[in-house]
């Protein structure tokens, strides 16, 4: 009898544990769901509106044209001074005339030294526009005096062998000066002209020795 007792509560225990758990039923709609229709991921998801980069104000940058340096302009009328009295004396002699010549070639080639030292800030153009213009007179008159009817440059020329080498000497230092700002500016038909008028000069006067 007590064996039949024990057995009938491990029986009526093991049919307790047997019973299933209750686990809710799992939603499986979505997985039936037809997605072929969605080409959109807005048709799923309410995104947000992304901001327009187009209406962001420009900002506004000034530049200040005071900070850049301003092109100086390089006073040459003692020298233009020296070419209007060339002309105005075709009829001298070339003792008369190589003292101005020299004097005149001088101050061009310090005006092209001084470019050549203070290019970035240097009028350029204006500069070497009126050099090219006395290069010119002085060419121009050199040779009216020593084309002059009556003019003996055999004779004269004895006594100004000194004063004509210096003539020379100062016409080369001035192709060595117009060569050096050749090599550090845009050529232009003005610098080029300059170079070929004291290129002249030195061909004219050492012709005269």
Same mark, same amino acid.
């Given at each position: 009898m007590r064996c039949t007792a024990i057995l009938a509560g491990v029986i009526f225990a093991a049919s307790g544990l047997a019973r299933p758990l209750d686990i809710p039923?799992?939603?499986?709609?979505?997985?039936?769901?037809?997605? =072929?229709? *969605?080409?959109? +991921?807005?048709? /799923?998801?309410d995104l947000p509106d992304l901001p327009d #980069?187009?209406? %962001?104000?420009? #900002?506004? *940058?000034s530049v200040? %044209?005071?900070?850049?340096?301003?092109?100086?302009? +390089?006073?040459?009328?003692? *020298?233009?001074?020296?070419?209007?009295?060339?002309?105005?004396e075709v009829t001298g002699t070339v003792t008369d005339l190589l003292?101005?010549?020299?004097? =005149?070639?001088?101050? %061009?080639?310090?005006? /092209?030294?001084?470019?050549?030292?203070? +290019?970035?800030?240097?009028?350029?153009?204006?500069t070497l526009a009126e050099v090219e213009s006395i290069l010119s007179?002085? /060419?121009?008159? *050199?040779?009216? %005096?020593?084309?002059?009817?009556g003019v003996d440059l055999s004779g004269e020329l004895a006594t100004v062998q000194a004063e004509l080498s =210096?003539?020379?000497?100062?016409?080369?230092?001035?192709?060595?000066?117009?060569?050096? #700002?050749?090599?550090l500016v845009s050529v232009t038909?003005?610098?080029?002209? +300059?170079e070929s008028l004291a290129a002249e000069l030195v061909d004219l006067l050492a012709g005269l020795l």
């Open positions: 039923a799992v939603d499986t709609s979505l997985l039936n769901a037809d997605l =072929t229709d *969605i080409t959109d +991921v807005t048709d /799923i998801a #980069l187009t209406d %962001v104000p420009a #900002l506004p *940058i200040s %044209v005071s900070a850049l340096p301003a092109k100086r302009q +390089v006073d040459l009328s003692p *020298i233009t001074d020296l070419a209007n009295d060339l002309l105005g003292p101005t010549v020299v004097g =005149t070639l001088n101050d %061009v080639g310090a005006t /092209i030294d001084g470019l050549v030292a203070n +290019v970035e800030t240097a009028d350029l153009d204006s007179s002085t /060419i121009a008159e *050199i040779e009216a %005096v020593t084309s002059t009817a =210096t003539a020379v000497s100062e016409a080369e230092a001035l192709v060595s000066s117009v060569q050096s #700002l050749l090599g038909d003005t610098l080029t002209e +300059v």
